[in-house]
């Protein structure tokens, strides 16, 4: 089993900078890979960046270069540093761990609004 804990998510205006946490506690071990995603209201829950455990990074087109995945092991933390945003970043930001036997473990959310 997996926990996580999401941080960070507030009002922001557009054009600002935001660093979200994910602090992750349980079968660390088990953990492949960890992800941000996120769903804004009315939407369906979407991929926003990926991380796995050497360090490998992706992310979907409409955030790259704004925004950027980081692991801390020693600390058992993923961030998502978020900058350039956008009214339309508004949503509930998720982490996700995915193990290596295929299980995904998600947090409770973290609301990010955006300001125009």
């Known amino acids: 089993q997996v926990q996580l804990v999401e941080s960070g998510g507030t009002l922001v205006q557009a054009g600002g900078s935001l660093r979200l946490s994910c602090a992750a506690s349980g079968t660390i071990s088990s953990i492949n890979a960890m992800a941000w995603h996120r769903q804004a209201p009315g939407k369906q829950r979407e991929l926003v960046a990926v991380?796995?455990?050497?360090?490998?990074?992706g992310y979907t087109d409409s955030v790259k270069g704004r925004f950027t995945i980081s692991r801390d092991d020693a600390k058992n933390m993923v961030y998502l540093q978020m900058s350039s945003l956008k009214p339309e970043d508004t949503a509930v930001y998720y982490c996700?761990?995915?193990?290596?036997?295929?299980?995904?473990?998600w947090g409770q959310g973290t609301q990010v609004t955006v300001s125009s």
């Open positions: 991380i796995s455990n050497r360090g490998t990074t």
């Open positions: 996700k761990a995915l193990t290596l036997k295929g299980d995904d473990y």
